[in-house]
């Protein structure tokens, strides 16, 4: 499935920004795991309009979703017996009397741990509406707990912040984005769209294809949601459906050897064999990236070899 198309997959977006990490750490070390729920409650009724209060409150909420629960390979819950727990190839099984593999241990979010974490930063957000961090951390919270539906309006509301805060969209400790506006959107829409890609079912690939096309009409001189919107074709096999995005996309970014290599790609299962010559051929001129064009020039060398 992922070779189907080539993708730039992108850092996973966290609620935890590197620095909140640590502020976090320091915070439960200095007050004790203990004391953190009084000290984070006391700390937003003095200081109310301090942000980091409400985002540590987060943090701490979401800690306390974590846990986990056993269940049989099939899914349910495993009869009363003796078991025992063993590390094979890097996942922890549950082993049953037999000594046969009897189920596994998988993550059981608490649902109150999430609602409380977006109580949280959506109060937040109510006062810092600018606040770019907080919509990815609201969004990467309702993942956690796999609410999908509000995962996805968490990422329209953040569009929406992105076009009424234009100008004014802030980060972490209300520090300045590291890159343009619409770049920065476009480029945390395409990471959240690709943690869907990588999940490899049917109704994450659904996800997938609904955050891409906020993708494009949020960013539509990006080429990152057309190119997504195409992955996603490719999926469906759909590639008649994936020529015209990939086509805008190489308009709009005529620098971008990933895009060309993909237009490129599709010609060729179209069968439109010069027009996979000429977008091979500009990967190769654009010389941007050697691993694109080594695989431009082993395509374009494949199609010259003579057929037996």
């Not at 700390?43 to 629960?69: C, F, H, M, T, Y």
């Not at 349910?76 to 049953?96: C, F, H, N, T």
């Not at 949020?218 to 919107?229: E, S």
């Amino acid at each position: 499935m992922k070779a189907m198309l080539a993708t730039v997959l992108l850092a996973a977006v966290t609620l935890h920004a590197s620095d909140y990490v640590q502020d976090y750490k320091a915070l439960k070390e200095k007050v004790g795991k203990e004391n953190l729920d009084k000290t984070l409650a006391d700390w937003r009724k003095k200081d109310p309009d301090n942000p980091d209060a409400w985002i540590l409150s987060a943090n701490w909420a979401l800690e306390q979703s974590d846990g986990v629960k056993v269940r049989s390979n099939n899914g349910p819950a495993l009869p009363q017996g003796k078991y025992s727990l063993e590390l094979r190839d890097d996942k922890m099984v549950v082993i049953g009397p037999d000594g046969k593999p009897a189920g596994d241990i998988v993550a059981d979010p608490s649902r109150v741990g999430i609602l409380k974490a977006a109580w949280f930063i959506s109060e937040g957000l109510k006062k810092w509406p600018y606040r770019a961090d907080m919509y990815c951390g609201l969004a990467t919270v309702y993942a956690r707990g796999q609410m999908w539906p509000e995962h996805v309006e968490a990422l329209r509301a953040f569009v929406d912040a992105a076009q009424s805060q234009k100008g004014k969209l802030r980060w972490c400790h209300d520090e300045p984005l590291d890159e343009p506006e619409g770049e920065f959107l476009a480029d945390k829409l395409h990471g959240f769209a690709h943690e869907q890609f990588e999940l490899e079912n049917k109704a994450a690939d659904q996800r997938f294809f609904e955050i891409a096309q906020i993708l494009v009409r949020a960013c539509p001189k990006c080429p990152k949601g057309y190119n997504d919107l195409a992955v996603y074709h490719g999926l469906t096999k759909n590639w008649k459906a994936a020529q015209p995005v990939l086509e805008k996309a190489s308009a709009i970014a005529p620098d971008d050897a990933l895009v060309w290599i993909n237009l490129g790609d599709n010609c060729a299962r179209l069968g439109k064999a010069d027009a996979a010559r000429k977008a091979y051929q500009h990967v190769i001129e654009l010389r941007s990236d050697e691993a694109l064009v080594k695989d431009a020039q082993a395509k374009l060398d494949a199609m010259d070899k003579p057929k037996r």
